[in-house]
Each structure stands twice: as C-alpha cells, then as structure tokens.
C-alpha cells in the first residue's frame, strides 16, 4: 500500500521548454502533497506544500511563477517548470501525505531533469 | 541557526555487525523524527517514525533512540546485511513542517 508514482522518470530538453512533471498517490488519497529537489549527495530540499484545492505554499527562495504547482484533486499534483534553464537540471521528487502532520510520507521515485 | 547533522557522509561497516548512524540537531525541537532510506536514483522510502515523548523504537532489525535533551537520535541496525547498504536520512517534524538531514551513506560488506 501507499504507492505513489512520479512521471516521468526522466527527461532531457532544451532551454526555455517548460516541462510539467506529474505525483500520483495510486492506493490513497493525498491529502498534503510535497514537492522537493535533491542535489548529488544532499539533502532533500522542499520546495513547496500543497493541499488538495489550495494553492501551494512555498519555501522562501522558491519562485512560484518559475514552479508552479496544481493539486487538483486528493490523487494528482503537478510541478510545472516553466521556461527551463540549465541551472534548473536536478532530481525532483515529490511526496504525500494522507492525515496528520507526523504520518509519514510517501514518496515517488523522482524525476531527473536535464536542460540543455 | 537550524541544523540537522547525520554524523558523517559515509559509514562502511562489515557485515554481521550492528550500523549505528546518528542524526544530532540544532535550534529545532521536533515534536517527532522519522528515518528513511534512499536507494541510488529512488525516492526515500519511509522505515520508522518516533515521538518526543518516545525514547525507543524497533522494527525487525532496526532500532531508533530519541534523546530531546541530548538533541540527538541514533538509528541501529543489528545483523546488518549488504542488502543494507542504502543512504538513511532522517527527517525532523512538527505541525506541518519536517526537515531532512543530508543522508548517510552506509556500505555492508559481505
């Protein structure tokens, strides 16, 4: 129980593409959503907290018009990276979280983005 | 400033033996912790959650110890095994907020 799937696994594309990465919870319903970035060998960072039907809130440094993030429904959130740029390459990886604050989170197997 | 310090990026231990990893922190005070291990490539997968009112955790082989004073928990796993070898993080919470640490790397040799 408590799958969630990240699509894609992996993507490659030129400068100023926007790409849109999708977290699904399979078998639950997600209440909250997180969305972080992780860079060779350290430490997850999180981006920003989503709840189903609100807008996400995000981490300080994080530019909302650059990530935007939808939680539609209690099973799907998107991160939409928009005009991509190199610097912008990294592992995304997204979570959920069905209840309370101390369940744990569920996480998808991320997705690397590379920006050529 | 917050900070959560595993103790360091790296442990290989031979296998047979008990892994301890710690996970120490500064300026937080979480009302729980939670351990998870990274496989290369994978997203983080959760293994144990204690409370601050907790001192002790098991699961199997593992075993988590949570000292609010010390600022520190430590994460063992008796009989380690190569299958073992993973990056574990640990991750601080409270209310809607938690924080990772940045991982050990733990290696079980055969």
């Known amino acids: 129980g408590a799958v969630v799937s990240q699509h894609p696994s992996w993507v490659i594309c030129k400068s100023g593409t926007s790409v849109k990465i999708e977290c699904r919870s399979l078998?639950?319903?997600?209440?909250?959503m997180f969305w972080y970035r992780q860079f060779p060998k350290q430490s997850l960072m999180l981006m920003a907290t989503?709840?189903?039907?609100?807008?996400?809130?995000?981490e300080q440094g994080v530019e909302k018009d650059k990530f935007l993030i939808n939680h539609a429904s209690l099973t799907l959130s998107t991160l939409t990276v928009t005009s991509a740029h190199p610097e912008d390459s990294s592992f995304y990886i997204c979570?959920?979280?069905?209840?309370?604050?101390?369940?744990?989170?569920?996480f998808g197997d991320g997705t690397r983005l590379s920006i050529l | 400033s917050q900070k959560i310090e595993q103790n360091s990026e790296a442990l290989n231990i031979q296998e047979g033996k008990t892994a301890t990893l710690t996970c120490n922190y500064t300026?937080?005070?979480?009302?729980?912790l939670q351990w998870y291990r990274q496989d290369p490539g994978r997203g983080p997968v959760f293994l144990l959650l204690?409370?601050?009112?907790?001192k002790e955790k098991r699961k199997e082989r593992l075993k988590v110890t949570f000292d609010t004073t010390l600022k520190q928990s430590l994460f063992h796993i008796t009989a380690s095994q190569p299958a073992d070898s993973a990056t574990y993080l640990c991750?601080?919470?409270?209310?809607?907020?938690?924080?990772f640490g940045a991982g050990t790397r733990l290696t079980v040799k055969p």
């Open positions: 979570s959920a979280r069905n209840g309370v604050s101390n369940q744990p989170q569920h």
């Open positions: 078998d639950f319903q997600a209440t909250t």
């Open positions: 989503s709840n189903e039907g609100s807008k996400a809130t995000y």
């Open positions: 300026n937080y005070s979480p009302a729980y």
């Open positions: 204690i409370r601050e009112n907790e």
């Open positions: 991750a601080l919470g409270w209310l809607n907020d938690m924080r």
